[in-house]
């Protein structure tokens, strides 16, 4: 046992129902400024795409995503083979009131 280190304590994390449900975005975009980063989840189904959740990140938050996200991807590959791109949406996507 190290003794120089605090113990870990396990977080209790709590989730409403229509939390756990999930929803399906097929589309995100981000943006960003000095002190944080947006992440916009979309669903672009017809006949109206719509703004399912929009998350805010520190900058150092947003960079330890992409790592994380990144070193998924590779995991995923290395199971299931390499994931084509595809082509992204061909239209832009503004927001209206």
């Known amino acids: 046992m190290n003794y120089n280190q605090p113990p870990q304590r396990q977080v209790?994390?709590?989730?409403?129902?229509?939390?756990?449900?999930?929803?399906y975005a097929n589309m995100a975009q981000i943006s960003h400024t000095k002190e944080e980063?947006?992440?916009?989840?979309?669903n672009m189904m017809p006949p109206q795409p719509m703004l399912l959740a929009r998350?805010?990140?520190s900058p150092e938050h947003a960079k330890r995503l992409a790592k994380a996200l990144?070193?998924?991807?590779?995991k995923y590959e290395g199971t299931?083979?390499?994931i084509?791109?595809?082509?992204g949406p061909a239209q832009e996507v503004?927001?209206?009131?």
């Open 70 to 74: 990144q070193e998924n991807v590779e």
């Open 84 to 87: 084509d791109e595809g082509q």
């Open 37 to 42: 980063f947006a992440l916009d989840f979309i």
């Open 80 to 82: 299931h083979g390499k």
């Open 55 to 57: 998350m805010m990140l």
């Open 94 to 97: 503004g927001f209206q009131g």
């Open 12 to 23: 209790q994390l709590k989730a409403d129902d229509d939390a756990l449900k999930g929803r």
